[in-house]
C-alpha cells in the first residue's frame, strides 16, 4: 500500500514520464496533421532529435514554474497561467534555436512546432486537470445541494473550497439580492450561475437544494427576511461563511444570536479608549455575564488596571482565569467595610457596578436578601466612590426599573434615584439602563436550547410576551460609551431597537435546530413579578445624545435625607413591599 502512496518523488517522476509519453505522442500526431498522415521518410531522421531538445526545453520550463511541485488534485487557474507561460518559454527557446541551427533539424516543416505547441498545452492541461475534475464530479453525488447567497468575492473563494474538497457542501447555484451585485444575475461565478431572490422557489424544486451559505454581512431585519424566505421554500440548514487571515474557510451555523443581534452603527472605540486607557477600573458583579465582559473590554480599551470584585467563588476565578492579570477580590458589596478598605487601597480612577442579583422568580421569593444585596450593596459602593475619590462611577441598571411589576425591578428604581439625589462631590455618577443581553446566565436563550437538546418542550410563559435583546459586548461598549460623555447624575438609556417576541424567538430556535416535528412549545402562564412587555423610557421626551443609540432622561427629584430615611426604613421594618412602593409609587407588585 506505501508503494501507492503519494509522494513529492513520486508525483514529479509520474508527471515526467506522463509529460514524455504526451510530448512524444503530440509531436507525431502534429507530424501526422502536417502531412496529412503521410509523413515523408526524410522527416522522420530529425525527429527523434526535436523532440529530445523540445522536451528538455519542456522540462526547464516547467522547473521553473514550479508546475512539478503542483499538487495534482489543486491544479488552478492560476497554475493553468503558468504552464502556458512554461510552453511559451520552452517553444520559444526552442524557436530561436532552431533558427539559429536550422541545418542542424533540416529537413523541418515549421508548421510542426505551432501545431505541437497547442496540442501539448491543451494534453498536458487536461492532464494536470483531470484528477480535481474527476474529484469533484466523484464527491459531488456525496455532497448537499447549496445555494450560495451573495455574488461577491467570498462566493468564489467558497466555491474553490467547495472544489477542492475543503467544505463538504456543492454549490449549485448562487442567489444575488443585493443591489451592488444586481448585474451578476444570470452570470456565472467559477461556473455557477447566478439568479434573481424572485426565482428561489423554482430553483430549489429544479436543483433540489438543501442547504444555504450566505456570504453577505446581513444583520437584523435583512438577515431575518432571508431567513424567512430560505424556510418558506424548505431549506433548513443555513450557514454563514467566512474567510480567515490564513486563508483558510470557516462555516458557521446560523444562530438565533445571528437573527436577533442589532450592531449599533454608532460605537465609537476611540472615545472609549480616551475614557479606559491608562485609568484603574474597579468592576463589581466581574464575573457575571455583564461585568465579565465589561472587563474585557476595558483591557481591550487599555486599562491600567482591573480590580475584579466578585462574591461568587468559581465566577471570580473564571473571570481570573481569562484575564490572569487582573486584580481578583472575594468580597460581597454588602459588606461595607471590606468595600471601603479595597477602595483605600486601590483608589481606582472608574468604578464599574454589574453586582446585583436579576433574576425576577428567585428574587420574589427571597426577597429580604434581593433588597439588601441590589440597594445597599448600591448604596455601599456609591458611597466608597465618593469617600475615596473615584473619578467616574458607572451603575448598570434595568429596564424592569421602568414601573417596576417586581421586587427586583423595584430594588433597581431605588438604586437609580439614590445615584440621581446623592451629592457626589467629585465623583461623576453616571446610570445606564438597558434591556436583555442575548446568551447571558439566566436568559431565555440558553434555556431553550437546553430544553430542545433535552427533547423539548419549550417553555414559553405567554403568547404575548416581548423583551429587548442587545449582545453582550456591543451593550458593554455602548455602557462604556455613554459613560465616557456622562457629566454626572445622569440617567442614560440604551437603544434595544424593537422588542421580540418570546413566542416567535422559540419557534425560530426549533426551526434552526430542525426539530420541527419533535420539540413542541408549552405556555406556561406568567411567572410572579413578570411583565408582558418591558419599557425602557418613562416619557417619549427623553433627549439623543450625539450617538443614536444613546439616550439621556431627565432625573427624578427626591430628597436625599428623606430617601436615606426611606432606605433605612426598608432594610429594618417588616412590610418591605409597602415601604418600595412608598419610595416607588409606581410600583405595582404583581405576586
Not at 433548513?236 to 462555516?251: A, I, T
Not at 465589561?294 to 471570580?316: D, M, W
Not at 431627565?554 to 428623606?562: A, M, S
Request: hydrophobic share 45%; charged share 25%; aromatic share 10%.
Amino acid at each position: 500500500m506505501n508503494l501507492l502512496r503519494p509522494t513529492g518523488p513520486k508525483r514529479i517522476l509520474f508527471f515526467l514520464l506522463a509529460d514524455a509519453v504526451i510530448s512524444g505522442f503530440t509531436l507525431l500526431l502534429s507530424y501526422g496533421l502536417r502531412f496529412n498522415f503521410e509523413i515523408p521518410q526524410a522527416f522522420i531522421h530529425s525527429f527523434f532529435s526535436i523532440f529530445l531538445l523540445l522536451f528538455v526545453l519542456k522540462i526547464i520550463a516547467f522547473s521553473l514554474f514550479n508546475i512539478y511541485m503542483i499538487a495534482w488534485r489543486f491544479f488552478s487557474l492560476e497554475d493553468a497561467k503558468k504552464l502556458l507561460l512554461a510552453h511559451l518559454m520552452a517553444y520559444g527557446t526552442f524557436t530561436l534555436v532552431m533558427l539559429q541551427h536550422y541545418e542542424i533539424f533540416s529537413p523541418f516543416p515549421r508548421s510542426v512546432i505551432g501545431i505541437d505547441f497547442v496540442l501539448s498545452l491543451f494534453l498536458i492541461g487536461f492532464l494536470r486537470i483531470s484528477k480535481r475534475y474527476y474529484l469533484e464530479q466523484g464527491d459531488k453525488s456525496k455532497m448537499e445541494p447549496t445555494l450560495i447567497i451573495g455574488a461577491n468575492t467570498k462566493a468564489n473563494q467558497l466555491i474553490k473550497g467547495s472544489f477542492n474538497g475543503e467544505i463538504d457542501y456543492f454549490p449549485s447555484a448562487i442567489l444575488s439580492i443585493s443591489d451592488e451585485d444586481v448585474d451578476a444575475v444570470h452570470t456565472f461565478i467559477n461556473g455557477v450561475k447566478v439568479y434573481a431572490l424572485d426565482e428561489l422557489e423554482a430553483l430549489v424544486e429544479q436543483e433540489s437544494i438543501q442547504a444555504a451559505i450566505i456570504t453577505l454581512n446581513l444583520e437584523g431585519p435583512e438577515l431575518n427576511f432571508l431567513y424567512d424566505k430560505l424556510q418558506a421554500v424548505g431549506i433548513k440548514e443555513v450557514h454563514f461563511y467566512n474567510l480567515l487571515k490564513d486563508n483558510k474557510q470557516k462555516l458557521e451555523a446560523l444562530s438565533i444570536t445571528d437573527l436577533l443581534a442589532r450592531h449599533p452603527k454608532d460605537l465609537d472605540p476611540t472615545k472609549i479608549a480616551e475614557f479606559i486607557k491608562d485609568k484603574k477600573v474597579l468592576i463589581t458583579g466581574a464575573g457575571g455575564s455583564i461585568g465579565s465582559e465589561i472587563s474585557r473590554q476595558c483591557k481591550n480599551f487599555g486599562a491600567k488596571e482591573l480590580i475584579l470584585v466578585e462574591h461568587g467563588e468559581y465566577n471570580l476565578y473564571k473571570i481570573k482565569e481569562t484575564l490572569p492579570l487582573g486584580i481578583a477580590k472575594l468580597l460581597s458589596v454588602v459588606d461595607k467595610k471590606a468595600l471601603d478598605e479595597l477602595f483605600n487601597v486601590y483608589k481606582p480612577d472608574i468604578v464599574i457596578h454589574a453586582a446585583a442579583y436579576k433574576h425576577v422568580p428567585l428574587c420574589e421569593d427571597n426577597i429580604e436578601i434581593a433588597i439588601k444585596n441590589n440597594i445597599m450593596g448600591t448604596m455601599n459602593v456609591i458611597d466608597s466612590s465618593i469617600k475615596y475619590g473615584v473619578q467616574k462611577l458607572v451603575i448598570i441598571l434595568t429596564d424592569k426599573a421602568v414601573r417596576p411589576t417586581n421586587v427586583m425591578g423595584a430594588t433597581k428604581r431605588v438604586t437609580e434615584l439614590y445615584a440621581q439625589n446623592v451629592d457626589s462631590k467629585n465623583t461623576e455618577i453616571v446610570a445606564v439602563r438597558f434591556g436583555n443581553v442575548l446568551g447571558s446566565s439566566g436568559s431565555v436563550i440558553p434555556k431553550f436550547k437546553y430544553q430542545i437538546e433535552q427533547g423539548g418542550p419549550l417553555t414559553v410563559t405567554d403568547a404575548e410576551m416581548t423583551r429587548y435583546f442587545m449582545l453582550i459586548p456591543e451593550a458593554c461598549q455602548l455602557v462604556l460609551q455613554a459613560a465616557s460623555i456622562a457629566k454626572g447624575n445622569e440617567l442614560f438609556i440604551l437603544d434595544m431597537g424593537e422588542p421580540v417576541k418570546i413566542l416567535d424567538l422559540a419557534k425560530k430556535m426549533i426551526q434552526l435546530y430542525g426539530k420541527e416535528d419533535e420539540v413542541k412549545i408549552e405556555f406556561t402562564g406568567i411567572r410572579a413579578g413578570e411583565k408582558l412587555y418591558e419599557e425602557l423610557m418613562f416619557d417619549e421626551n427623553d433627549t439623543q445624545t450625539k450617538y443614536e443609540s444613546i439616550f439621556i432622561t431627565k432625573p427624578t427629584h427626591y430628597d436625599i435625607d428623606e430617601l436615606r430615611r426611606d432606605i433605612s426604613d426598608l432594610f429594618t421594618m417588616d412590610k418591605k413591599l409597602q415601604t418600595l412602593q412608598k419610595i416607588v409609587p409606581e410600583f405595582n407588585h404583581e405576586a
